[in-house]
């Protein structure tokens, strides 16, 4: 079996008769007679009713029509998948994207870039989905070995505290790491930035663990738990009953963009480029 022999059967079934089937294949109507006997042959049954005026499909022609054309549709699915590589931009991140710039990074992107779509992938794994194959960068700020990847720093993020908006640390404008330390933390051990082990080992929090951050945030809201996050989760997720607080005293978070060393997409420069004009600006603004 073959992909021709499925193209036939679909073409004359659209078609209406093997002759417009062969004009539209652009094939002689000799081999669209071919090519389904041998599928009739190779699944040993007849597809096709055939009369002088018409043909249509058996009770096995339909079953296997629908299974062609879903095969069909994922080989040009397939095929455009290898081929866009030039023409499509992929950035992976596990929560937060570009924080407050991500809208500002696509608007620059589309006016400068016309002719590669951007589109933001959101892959809760420790790379972002890059090391998955299911994006061309990644933006990270968990914890990972950078040797692996080609990468830049973007920025370093304020760690902001999360929490239940009838909590009594809520009416405080900012916090400390010790204020923290007698509620129960809630954090995503495989793509976090926070980890036990930025409070003194004789005084850490309680932890609760999630693996997705609208997970997360029902935590707080709930009122059990509280969440230590970078920046960019503060403009990214907004949400009825949980607040976020600036943690004074707690280290900032590295912002990187990983890529493939071996393989980098053509377009990994000019998005290397913006991205660190973007953030210089933002830090020129703020100082």
């Known amino acids: 079996m073959d992909l021709r022999q499925l193209q036939c059967l679909v073409g ?9 089937a062969a004009i539209e294949l652009e094939i002689s109507q000799a081999a669209v007679s071919r090519n389904l006997l041998a599928l009739e042959r190779e699944l040993g049954v007849q597809l096709l009713h055939r009369t002088s005026r018409s043909v249509a499909p058996t009770s096995a022609g339909v079953r296997v029509l629908a299974r062609a054309r879903q095969i069909l549709a994922e080989v040009d699915e397939l095929v455009a998948e290898a081929t866009s590589g030039h023409t499509r931009l992929r950035i992976g991140h596990a929560w937060s994207a570009l924080g407050s710039h991500t809208t500002e990074f696509q608007r620059r992107w589309a006016a400068g870039h016309p002719e590669i779509e951007l589109q933001f992938i959101r892959t809760n794994t420790a790379t972002g989905g890059l090391a998955e194959g299911l994006c ?3 933006v990270v700020r ?3 070995d950078l040797k692996r990847f080609a990468h830049v720093l973007l920025t370093q993020e304020q760690r902001y505290g999360v929490l239940p908006a009838d909590d009594p640390l809520a009416r405080k404008r900012t916090l400390t790491l010790g204020q923290l330390q007698d509620h129960t933390l809630v954090i995503d051990r495989r ?7 930025l409070w003194p080992e004789d005084s850490r929090p309680r932890i609760e663990y999630t693996h997705d951050v609208d997970d997360w945030l029902a935590a ?3 009122g059990r738990c509280i969440g230590l996050t970078p ?8 949400r009825d009953g949980v607040v976020y607080r600036p943690v004074r005293d707690a280290p900032p ?4 963009l990983i890529w493939n060393r071996q393989d980098p997409h053509p377009a990994t420069e000019a998005a ?3 991205l660190t004009s973007l953030y210089q600006e933002s830090r020129s603004s703020t100082s």
Not at 191 to 197: C, L, N, V
Not at 231 to 238: M, P, S, V
Not at 253 to 256: E, G, M, W
Request: net charge negative; proline share 0%.
């Open 12 to 20: 004359i079934v659209d078609a209406g008769t093997f002759t417009d």
């Open 136 to 138: 061309d960068l990644a």
């Open 142 to 144: 968990s914890h990972i």
């Open 191 to 197: 793509t976090g930035s926070t980890t036990i082990d």
């Open 220 to 222: 707080i809201a709930s």
């Open 231 to 238: 920046q960019a989760t503060t403009t990214q997720y907004r």
């Open 253 to 256: 978070v590295d912002v990187h």
């Open 272 to 274: 290397v480029a913006l």
